[in-house]
């Protein structure tokens, strides 16, 4: 997810789908299919899964408001400690956007990460995936939310790794698959490359993922961001993120891959301090400005430049289609939008 900030997220699904593309949402929280022992995908064809991100203390009531455009709610919601030996228990807080989802007949998830002090922590992944008895208790852990505390699903979200980390994640993905049984959705979120052996770099054995994995999400945002301070650009372009789902694509069945979707906007440089925008703050800005946003094609996101020499790129609703679209010709399998505080209402298909 967007490594600026936890409370950090965007988007929303604005599910205006192009000519022959078919959106069919889950009617009952769980899992819609496994893969097989092979890694290949048995989804429906014709499914196209969507995914709400929501940060657990966001308003509960985005869940109610957006319902009919998603299949999931993946709720922020759980931190390894420091030594990767603990995972926190969901609080109050996510507990009640689990039953907001429910309600909705949606399938609550439960993201697990190494989030800490403003930035995905790999010296925390490493701790947890590099010794089996830390492995052996988070997954515990986790299974025990699945198994008594109501949540239906949960989603791997380990980021900043490297490849020495791939045979432990790999390890710990196996293990919880075998703890939590065939039945339960268990996805996981990968950061962008937009090769093969970059994903390898990143800490990822895709192949050997794909068996204990039902999704593969990859993270197609923060192409730019508030780190490049002189290089605004597009959170994530078109090019690159078909580049980057291509690539993943030779490693692992397109239909078992959802393409993350921003829902947000960064700015930099003029006198503000660089960072995140949610989709409405970024055009209020421009407005205020009394200056012109202009819609790259390309880039398939909005872009403007105020009289105070700040810049701004953001992806909202009509972004969301393209990438909609992009997900279609592809042949993946559904998209994830990061995440339902930012960014645009989503809106149903149909």
């Known amino acids: 997810m967007p490594s600026?900030?936890?409370?950090?997220?965007?988007?929303?699904?604005?599910?205006?789908?192009?000519?022959?593309?078919?959106?069919?949402?889950?009617?009952?929280?769980?899992?819609?299919?496994?893969?097989?022992?092979?890694g290949a995908g048995t989804s429906e064809p014709d499914r196209f899964d969507v995914t709400g991100f929501q940060p657990e203390n966001a308003d509960p009531a985005l869940v109610h408001a957006n319902a009919p455009a998603m299949d999931v709610v993946s709720v922020d919601g759980l931190l390894l400690n420091r030594t990767g030996s603990r995972v926190t228990a969901p609080s109050r807080a996510a507990t009640a956007q689990r039953n907001r989802a429910h309600a909705n007949g949606l399938?609550?998830?439960?993201?697990?990460?190494?989030?800490?002090?403003?930035?995905?922590?790999?010296?925390?992944?490493?701790?947890?995936?590099?010794?089996?008895a830390n492995r052996a208790r988070v997954v515990r852990s986790l299974t025990a939310d699945v198994a008594t505390g109501g949540w239906d699903s949960i989603m791997i979200d380990l980021e900043a790794?490297?490849?020495?980390?791939?045979?432990?994640?790999?390890?710990?993905?196996?293990?919880?698959?075998?703890?939590?049984?065939?039945?339960?959705?268990?996805?996981?979120?990968?950061?962008?490359?937009?090769?093969?052996?970059?994903?390898?770099?990143?800490?990822y054995d895709v192949r050997a993922l794909r068996a204990p994995l039902d999704h593969l999400t990859l993270m197609a945002y923060d192409q730019h961001g508030p780190w490049e301070p002189d290089a605004?650009?597009?959170?994530?372009?078109?090019?690159?993120?078909?580049?980057?789902?291509?690539?993943?694509?030779?490693?692992?069945?397109a239909d078992q891959i959802v393409l993350g979707v921003a829902g947000y906007g960064y700015h930099w440089k003029g006198t503000r301090s660089a960072g995140q925008l949610s989709d409405a703050q970024a055009r209020l800005r421009v407005r205020k400005a009394g200056a012109t946003a202009r819609w790259d094609a390309t880039a398939g996101e909005w872009t403007a430049t105020l009289p105070s020499g700040e810049v701004l790129w953001w992806s909202d609703a009509r972004s969301l289609r393209e990438r909609i679209a992009l997900?279609?010709?592809?042949?993946?399998?559904?998209?994830?939008?990061?995440?339902?505080?930012?960014?645009?209402r989503l809106e149903p298909f149909g």
């Not at 009617?27 to 097989?36: F, H, I, K, W, Y």
């Not at 002090?117 to 089996?132: C, M, V, Y």
């Not at 010709?329 to 505080?341: F, K, N, Q, Y």
């Open 4 to 38: 600026v900030a936890r409370g950090r997220s965007a988007a929303v699904l604005a599910v205006a789908i192009t000519a022959g593309l078919v959106l069919v949402s889950c009617s009952t929280p769980g899992q819609e299919a496994r893969t097989d022992t092979a």
């Open 107 to 132: 399938t609550a998830q439960l993201l697990v990460s190494n989030y800490a002090d403003g930035d995905f922590s790999e010296p925390i992944a490493t701790k947890l995936l590099r010794s089996p």
């Open 161 to 203: 790794l490297t490849a020495a980390d791939e045979p432990g994640l790999t390890a710990f993905a196996r293990e919880l698959r075998a703890a939590v049984g065939d039945d339960v959705r268990l996805d996981i979120a990968l950061s962008a490359s937009t090769t093969a052996a970059g994903y390898a770099r990143l800490g």
């Open 232 to 253: 605004p650009g597009p959170v994530g372009s078109l090019a690159w993120s078909s580049k980057a789902a291509r690539a993943l694509a030779t490693l692992a069945p």
């Open 327 to 344: 997900a279609d010709r592809l042949g993946l399998t559904g998209v994830a939008v990061w995440s339902l505080d930012l960014s645009d």
